[in-house]
């Protein structure tokens, strides 16, 4: 089975925490790179300052909410340039704003998911990452050729 690779691209370091441990629930043979924002992420798959680019991941994590770059900045960018338009991209966010919502899903993306970070709330569930994680990215991953 071959190995996946997943870019993260959040600035928030207790969910990239969240995010390596439901991925190791999954048990997928993979690579997380991480970035901290969207200019990060971009320089990374383009090989930026002077560095090779990264190998394209398999599927791009995307939080909304980040500085310099945020995510719908990042995704329009992403969309634009050629050798990066087909990436698959999962946008994960605390937002559940319809706007933000529609406007990522025309650019395309293949899941959004409202991301469970305040575990008092009684309306987001303590696992629903997880439960993403094992049905939906895995599905996903294992589709990719």
């Keep these: 089975m071959k190995k996946n690779t997943i870019l993260l691209v959040e600035d928030d370091e207790l969910d990239v ?4 441990r439901a991925l190791k629930k999954i048990e997928l043979d993979h690579e997380l790179i991480t970035a901290y924002n969207g200019i990060e992420a971009l320089d990374k798959l383009r090989g930026n300052k002077g560095r090779p680019p990264i190998t394209l991941p398999d599927v791009v994590l995307l939080d909304m909410n980040m500085p310099k ?3 719908l900045e990042f995704l329009s960018a992403l969309r634009a340039d050629t050798s990066l338009k ?3 991209v999962i946008v994960m966010t605390t937002s559940s704003e319809r706007h933000e919502r529609t ?3 025309k650019l395309g993306v293949s899941a959004y998911l409202i991301k469970p970070l305040n575990f ?3 309306d ?5 990452m997880d439960s993403f994680f094992q049905f939906q990215l895995r599905t996903i991953l294992l589709s990719t050729p």
């Design 17 to 20: 925490i969240s995010v390596r």
């Design 69 to 71: 770059m945020n995510g």
């Design 86 to 88: 087909n990436l698959k």
């Design 103 to 105: 406007a990522t899903e």
């Design 120 to 122: 008092t709330n009684n």
């Design 124 to 128: 987001k569930r303590r696992d629903s």
